[in-house]
């Protein structure tokens, strides 16, 4: 789970309408307070048959808000005033039925009502079967709603609630939080040229998964958090951002293109074939090594006894795209997960990889970096005298460490200049 400082202090009206999905609207709600954010919630009638006031009420901190023509509702707050009092509108679950409301501009309830009158910016989570939401009535009401400038979350494809498989399951909640924060951000990046915009970045991030027979592997426990955090931090700084990841339970962040690999080989190939790129960045955990001679069948322990595995050494991809040459990226960086003297090892590996800074961390026992929330790293920049320089950064979660990370790599080419 990641954190977005940028929610701290935001003001949110969340309307949730009556589909299976708002049971994931009270785990968004949960989310939306973690980071600081207030949230108050107008759950519509249907809504209120999937969860209860009570619940909303619970983990919202707030009066829920139900009906429209409430004396009580409207002595405290009218709905006028309730739907502009927030930064932003979130519907989540958005119901087909609600969506056609809102493109038709009916109102009808407190939910279509306020939805109506708001003139703040407005964010759809849609969850609907999957023929619901093919429906040509629908695509021309989101059509309608995208026109005006509603943006969009989902929906997913996978199985749905009514036990068809199809597009229609609501973005999950990390998703949706991941898209009010790009919301957050946007408006506080405005509308200038993005530092880093006309550059092309490619990050790697997660695991590699090295097979040993069609169904046994080694991997380790590498999570992307960080290398998600610091390709959605790129793409949000304008960089066109290639993203090239192992297998991670994280959401695809935002804008950014992504090549999903296994194996530490299909990595390298995905990374030269993205190539030219003014900046790269190496956070994936790449297996050392992967198994000579990958067995074709499943290995049988009656038939093979107990294998006797022969590793060979991956190529080291940093160290590739580091060297020399007309398509190296102008920027390189490289992660460098120490146990113990972790700015001696980290400026070896600088010099040994070629690359040009090393965000050193401490992944020791008790740090909880590997697979955590959190990242306590040093900033390492080779000089030309050769004595690297450094700069430790506080404790910060994986998402502010990609953001700062982004921010120094649009100050690097700031400083450098404008681009050849
Ligand atoms: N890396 C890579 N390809 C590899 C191994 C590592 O691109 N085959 C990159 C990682 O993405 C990271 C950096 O190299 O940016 C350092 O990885 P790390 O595992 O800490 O270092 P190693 O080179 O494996 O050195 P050691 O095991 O001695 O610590």
Redesign the pocket.
Known sequence: MSDFPILDGKRLLLVISGGIAAYKSLVLIRRLREQGAAVRVILTEAGARFVTPLSVAALSEDKVYQELFSLTDESEMGHIRLSRAADLVVVAPATADLLAKMAAGLADDLASTALLATDKPVLVAPAMNGAMWEHPATQTNIGILTGRGVRRIGPNAGELACGETGTGRMAEPEEILAAIAAFFDDVALGSGPLPLSGRRALV?SGPTVEPIDPVRYITNRSSGRQGHAIARALARLGAQTILVSGPTAEPDPPGVQMIRIET?MQMLAACQGSLPADIAV???????WRVKGVAGQKLKKDKDGTPLLELVE??????TLSRPGSTRPALVV?????TQHILE?ASS?LAR?GCDWIVANDVGTGTATFGGDRNTVHILRATPGGEASVEDWPELSKVSVGERLAVAIAEHFAAAGPRP
Do not use: M, R, Y
């Open positions: 790697t530490a190496c956070a994936a955990a790449v297996a050392d991956n190529p080291d991809i940093l160290a490289g992660f460098a997960a120490e090892h590996k990889k």
